[in-house]
């Protein structure tokens, strides 16, 4: 008699047979590559201290915030009230900055930290002649410098958002809008897009310049550059060119403003605090200055997800195609250099 | 009849002004040894990262392999093991996962990528030292490291440039018996460059001398010194402890015979270059006069000799070629002001 067991026999060795057939396959050389940056990237000092200080950040801002969520809560003028979680991510008392104005300028020294040296160290240290002269493409080697830190932002950035919301739940108690997840997972995909771009130019500046500390020096000089001189250079040239506001007509006044702000958003991180702002808080209709014809009418009340989404799709856009830019410059930079010691 | 396996036809690459490879015809043949040498600036490191593919020719084609390596890249790197001279690895892991890295990126299966690794560590001696960060490796051991990179993807053809740089004498010796008898054994082409002479010497079936982007000359040492030292094939240094003068007489004496070409006195050495090998007769005639001998020594032609001719003839045709060339271009000038 065959005992019932036999049935069983082959269940398991099954799939480890199958299993063992499927690592027989070679993965690709791209996906090697990207395997082993991320994993230098995660053992790597630079990250732990970037790690450390973007949690401390998030730690702090959500301290803050969480202390004020009561009050927050319960202003009845303000028509997003209900959105506890995007709350806890837009609210301060004044002494600590929102986690999103943090990340617009910590973002950029993650993204400057990851790639400052992606070209120019293996090159330094002779391991790009030697990983050029194996079977790779060279547009992969930078596209796996690239993929590698992304993934390590982005399992970052996801961490942070699901802790935040898990922790939500635990210490106040209130369900999750599904609009709320929608809207904070598009924050993330936002910041990733943000800290994206500063990573490609900073792979782009690793390409150019020889030694890592002129490019992790150029890239620290254009991201002070973007956060504190842009927008007084730009504030001093206007003020400089306006004549004085008594003189002016209303209707001019709002074409001037209109022009200072789209100065302002050639700066990376002003789109991005512009559509971290919307996408944050729902009662944001528009991010320019609006006539009283335009608003009347209005009921101050929360936008739908897909409109506040209209609303960025302008500055996603921008973002994107400044990651592009730098990323397709780093291309033709790179791609017939020659590479020798 | 010998197929090649890396064809060079009229390579040339140019930096600005400067001609680092001018017009290359090279044949290596499949299984041989074949060392590049030349002085440092020679192009040797150009013309090989052209081979690869990982610089682009203004003139002319590489075919290793039969591909041509400007055109597709990446099929020449999967049969060139390609050891650049100054090999570096990823510090922050032990040999082995470097090795392994290597391995993976070249699509070696995963589950056999750990025992190829092992195996090829111990054809290069590492075995031990394996589990070691390549941090804290000597320069030999890298450069051992480094050959068992290029082995690890079982290549057609190993292109070592420089493999001697930096490792002691009694490690050069190794490494390079190391790659000879890899090459025995398995049939694998190797193009090895260097300005060591020596060395190259004790391993290579067949040298080119590379000068300022031109192969001067290439094929097998013997052929070399018969070529260029044909006629003086045999030269003799006979040292005296008596002075110079007193070996001006007997040296005038010697002049006389047939079988003597030249012969040059520097201070107690006289230089005999002779038709034949007449070491016997000459130690007899110097004893007979009474002299005290200190040392007969035959010198033969090896790499040094060669490329030190090559390298003088080259200089004095170049001072030479630059005057004509001078005064080639003012005649032109001279005659374009003038219409």
Redesign the interface.
Known sequence: MVSPLVYFKDIFSKGILHNSRVQHKPVSPFWVMVRKETGDHVRSWRFIVMLTLIFLTFLGSMYVSLGNIGKAVTNMKDPDRLFIYLKLLTISDGTLPTFHIFISFLGPLLGIALGFDAINAEKNNGTLTRLIAQPVYRDNVLLAKFFGALIVVSVLFFCLALLMIGGGLIITGVPIEPVELLRILAFVVLSIIYVGFWLSLSICLSVSFRHAATSALTAIGIWLFFTVFYQIIVNLIVSSILPGSDYMQPGDIASYNDLLLSFMRLAPNQLYTDAATTLLMPSVRSLGPLTMEQMAGAIPSPLSFRESIMIVWPQVTGLLAATTVCFALTYYLFMRKEIRT | METPIIELKGLTKNYGSLKAVDNLYLNINKGEIFGLLGPNGAGK?TTI?MM?G???PAAGNAFVCGVNATKNP??V??KV??M?????????MTAIENLM??G????????EIETRAKETLAIVGLSDEMNKKTSAYSRGMKQRL?LA?VLIRNPEVIILDEPTLGIDPSGIKEFLSLIHQLSRQQGLTVLLSSHHLHQVQQVCDRVGIFVEGKLLVEGDIETLSRNLFGEESYVILVTVREDQQSLLEPAEELRMRDDIKNIDVKENTVELSCRQDITPDLVRYFVQKGFNLTGVHKKEYGLDEIYHRYFENKLKNNIANGKSAGLFQRYFFKRNTAQ
Do not use: C, H, M
């Open positions: 490191t990262l690869l990982l610089t682009e990446i099929a790197k999967r093991g390609y650049p001279d100054s090999v570096g690895f990823y510090d922050s890295y290597i993976r990126l070249n699509g070696i299966a995963e589950n480094g990179d």
